[in-house]
């Protein structure tokens, strides 16, 4: 059973840069076949997806968030991670990874418990 | 914003059939990309509960089944009950926004 947990920081001050690892347990990122995406959800909304990577290294994101965002991976430690820049309160959201399907427009099979990312000075 | 239009609510009794709508548009659901329906009960994560237009994962209860047709698609809920109460969310692929894109949602309510 595969399973992926969301750790870093819960709050960041406006301006700097958020910074997440998913940690995935069950299953080798590095065995290749899916892709791995992070998804947030602002308070009482809806979701939003914020990119993938490949465990190649190849990376996709949202082109909305494309200017800020920045998704690694270790395939050593099996994680991969998020980088998002210049925060702002509108970017206070509960953050999540997930695994992608096997092909590109796969489904998210698996996900991350969550984890509440506040933007505050 | 969302470009996969949902139904804010909907409602049924213990053993009712309800329907949830996704209407989308030809740049998603009517460019053929399948949609995936996800259950998220209170204060957890999203769970996969049926992915390409109607298939369901390893244990998701037969009473969840999918459709879809031209730019909508369509979860059902037969012999609803009290543990279904949730939000759910409609997923595709957006080729004109080159992005994943999610429903706006619908909470289920049993009443």
């Known amino acids: 059973q595969v399973q992926l947990q969301e750790s870093g920081p819960g709050l960041v001050k406006p301006s700097q840069t958020l910074s997440l690892t998913c940690t995935v347990s069950?299953?080798?990122?590095?065995?290749?076949?899916?892709?791995w995406s992070w998804i947030r959800q602002h308070p009482g909304k809806g979701l939003e997806w914020i990119g993938y990577i490949y465990y190649s290294g190849s990376t996709y994101y949202n082109p909305s968030l494309k200017s800020r965002v920045t998704i690694s991976v270790d395939t050593s430690k099996n994680q991969f991670s998020l980088k998002l820049s210049s925060v702002t309160a509108a970017d206070t959201a509960v953050y999540y990874c997930?695994?992608?399907?096997?092909?590109?427009?796969?489904?998210?099979?698996?996900w991350g418990q969550g984890t509440l990312v506040t933007v505050s000075s | 914003q969302s470009v996969l239009t949902q139904p804010p609510s909907v409602s049924g009794a213990p053993g009712q059939r309800v329907t949830i709508s996704c209407t989308g548009s030809?740049?998603?659901?009517?460019?053929?990309?399948?949609v995936h329906w996800y259950q998220q009960l209170p204060g957890t994560a999203p769970k996969l509960l049926i992915y390409?237009?109607?298939n369901r994962p390893s244990g998701v209860p037969d009473r969840f089944s999918g459709s879809k047709s031209g730019t909508s698609a369509s979860l059902a809920i037969t012999g609803l009950q009290a543990e279904d109460e949730a939000d759910y969310y409609c997923q595709s692929y957006d080729s004109s926004l080159s992005r994943y894109v999610f429903g706006t949602g619908t909470k289920v309510t049993v009443l």
């Open positions: 030809s740049s998603n659901i009517g460019a053929g990309y399948d």
């Open positions: 069950g299953g080798s990122i590095s065995s290749g076949g899916y892709y």
């Open positions: 390409g237009n109607s």
């Open positions: 997930a695994r992608g399907g096997a092909t590109i427009t796969g489904p998210f099979d698996y």
